[in-house]
Every structure is written in C-alpha cells, then in structure tokens.
C-alpha cells in the first residue's frame, strides 16, 4: 500500500462508543472498500469529544491538525480530506482554516465536500429518510427529524429540505433543529396547525446519534424533545439511529470524495493495480461510474461484476418509474420475451436495482427502461467509465453478492 496518498476522514465525532462504529465507522469503511490500496485515517475536530473517548473507553483519535503532522512524517504528499458534516457551518469552516495552514506542506491537500452540498444531495437524503421511516407515515404520524442546528447561513438548508419534502408529497413529515431554527415549539406549532396526529416519530437528522440524539431528543429532561410532545398529547416513538448508518447517505459522501479525486492523475496512477483498464477487466467485482443520456434514468450507483470475462452490472436508479430493464434497444425489448428483461430489486434504502449483461465499457450502450406507468419501452444510452472503477472483491462466493 502506497504511503504517497491518504485519505483522511475528519468528523466531529461522538462520545457514543457504539454508534461511533455504526456510523462514522461505516462511512470509514465504505470510503476504505471505494478507493482500495489508499489508506484511510481518522480524524474529530472536537476536543471534548476526544477526551472523553480517551477517558472513558480508552480510543485514542487525532485531531485534524495532528493526524495531518503524522501524515507529514509518515512521508504522505497527497492528502483527500473527507469530512463528515452535513453542512459548510462553524465545524467545517474551522477544518478549512487548519486546512489552509498544511497547504504547502503537502504536494496537494484537497477538502472534499460534506453531506448537503447541492440540490441533487437534497433530494438523495429525503429518498434516503423516507424510504427508512416509510412504516411510519400512515396518515396519522408527524415524522419529525432533528437535526443539530447553526449560527451560519448554512441553517437555511433545514428549511429548504422542509419545503422539498412537502413538495415530493411527504406532507407528514417535519424538520427541526436542536439548537438553531426551527426549534422543537415551532415543529409542534406546524404540526398542529397541518392536521391532527395521533403520533410523532422522532429521529436524528444527524451523522451519528449521540448525545442530542439520547438526550436532547429522547431524553426524559424538561427540555428533550420526547417531554415536548408528550406535553401536547403525542404518543411518541424514538429512532436512534444516525444518517451514517443508511448506505444510500454513506453513497452520498463516496460520491462528493469520488467527485475530488476524478481528474486527479497522480492520484489515479496510486491505484493503477485497482483501476480497470480494458472492456475485459479481471475477475472480481467493481464499483465504476456509469453515465446516462437521460435525466429520466439517473443512475445512482453501479457495480460491476466480472465472471469468466463475461461482465453484469447491478444498476440502481434514482426513482421508481420504471419496471423492468433490457441490454438491447426499445424495439429489441418489444420484441422478446419478458422472462429475460431485468426486473427490479428493492434493495435496504428502497430503491430500485437490476442486473443486467454489459457488452462494453468506454462506449455507449443501449438500455430499454420498461415505464411502471405507461407500460412502454423507452431507449436509453449508458456508458460504464472504466478509469473511475474500484476494485471492490475478487471472485468467490463474497462477489456474487453485488447489492451489499
């Protein structure tokens, strides 16, 4: 493993030994099997948390300023800097400042972006915690997120999610922020006045749950947002469960770190034994941008599998319009069999996958998309991009599972 380039996976962090690991652990993973041969490190912006890690379990973790001098000695020219944030609020903008004082110290340091950087972000989140609470919304349940909260302009992004929901037809769910706007009373006041609810599910709109999330949301204080709603007669339901434990939300930042690293030719060249080079790429499996013709048919992630030199990929869409999928043309599609078209599979977030033959990489191939709706075929263009590929497994029993 090439000690040139590391990535560093900054967060705030969290004094929950358990849902540390769910979380920000999981996210460290993802980027570690994402981008294979380059080694991840960890870094909390937030002292106390660090101390209170070191104290009570033992765990040991730089802050960002330190993990970057080990970097330094470790003879590491090339850092990528993920951080976990949702937003560019105080926390993120003091990791750019310590940023900016290592930037001639390194041959390139680069900061990737945090969770909601631009409005396609948005929409994968609300995907992404609707699909997860879907039992819940059955008319006569509030679902209701908290999330941290800023002084910054960032704190606008809570509203502008707000309004998208409602928009895509969630109307029975609701933000709030623990120690920003909206507060917990404003939430109830909209709750209210929007219809009457029986029940209030409460989550964490944040990485990891935490202290606000077991305290500040479920906690029996005064204060805790559980006591709030069952001031006002809410039955309520706690979920303590972070953002970073759903892999659609993890997908978001291997995609802002994936968006860093893309036109990076050092960094490619570190990966050269990772990368896939040729239409028929060794055994094993790969996670490899694939491009489409349509904003119809966005693609959300592809992993391609090699077999014997015969390739599939397992594509998972953006929607849910669409009911079956076929290697070949519109008119091909009418025209065969339904039993060998790709139908979909719900996977853990809800969205829909398929798998399908891949005849080429490096070149636009044809896909029909049978429409849910209309019940018609419809001609798409894909082209799977073989220098963004990573090796995720080699052949064996582990490969075959290509939707994990």
């Not at 944030?85 to 001639?104: Q, R, S």
């Not at 990891?208 to 709603?229: I, L, P, Q, Y």
């Not at 959300?300 to 014997?308: D, P």
């Not at 894909?382 to 963004?388: A, D, E, H």
């Amino acid at each position: 493993m090439s000690k040139k380039t590391a990535i560093l996976a900054a967060s705030f962090g969290t004094s929950f030994a358990d849902s540390l690991e769910l979380t920000i652990g999981a996210i460290e993973k993802d980027i570690a099997a994402a981008f294979p041969g380059i080694e991840v490190r960890r870094a909390f912006t937030s002292s106390v948390v660090r101390g209170i890690l070191k104290e009570s379990y033992g765990i040991e973790t730089d802050g960002v300023s330190e993990a970057l001098e080990k970097m330094i000695n470790d003879g590491v020219k090339r850092v990528y800097v993920q951080p976990t944030h949702l937003m560019k609020g105080i926390e993120y903008g003091g990791l750019v400042d310590v940023i900016k004082n290592f930037a001639d110290k390194f041959d390139k340091i680069i900061l990737s972006e945090p969770l909601f950087s631009n409005e396609d972000d948005l929409e994968r989140v609300i995907s992404a915690i609707t699909g997860k609470t879907a039992e819940y919304d059955d008319g006569e349940t509030a679902v209701c997120f908290m999330g941290h909260g800023t002084e910054t302009e960032a704190n606008k992004v809570y509203a502008v999610l707000q309004d998208r929901l409602w928009a895509d037809g969630y109307e029975n769910y609701f933000i709030g922020t623990v120690e920003a706007e909206p507060s917990v009373n404003d939430v109830i006041r909209t709750i209210k006045a929007k219809k009457t609810y029986k029940r209030a599910v409460l989550e964490p709109l944040m990485v990891v749950a935490g202290d606000h999330a077991n305290n500040d949301m479920a906690g029996g204080g005064e204060k805790s947002w559980k006591t709030a709603f069952e001031r006002e007669g809410f039955k309520t339901v706690c979920i303590i469960e972070g953002l970073g434990q759903i892999g659609a939300v993890r997908d978001i930042y291997i995609d802002h770190l994936s968006a860093a690293v893309e036109n990076d030719e050092a960094f490619k060249a570190v990966n050269t034994e990772n990368a896939v080079k040729t239409t028929a790429p060794a055994d094993g499996k790969y996670l490899i941008s694939a491009e489409s013709d349509s904003p119809m048919f966005r693609i959300k992630k592809a992993v391609l599998k090699v077999n014997g030199g015969k390739m599939n990929a397992v594509l998972t869409l953006g929607g849910k319009g669409y009911e079956r999928l076929f290697a070949g043309t519109a008119e091909e599609a009418g025209k065969s069999d339904i039993s060998i078209t790709a139908p979909f599979t719900a996977d853990e977030n809800g969205d829909y996958a398929y798998t399908l033959p891949v005849s080429a990489l490096d070149k636009e191939i044809d896909i029909a998309a049978l429409s849910v709706r209309k019940k018609e075929w419809y001609g798409r263009k894909v082209k799977f991009i073989s220098s963004t590929a990573r090796r995720i497994s080699g052949t064996g029993g582990e490969a075959e599972r290509c939707q994990e």
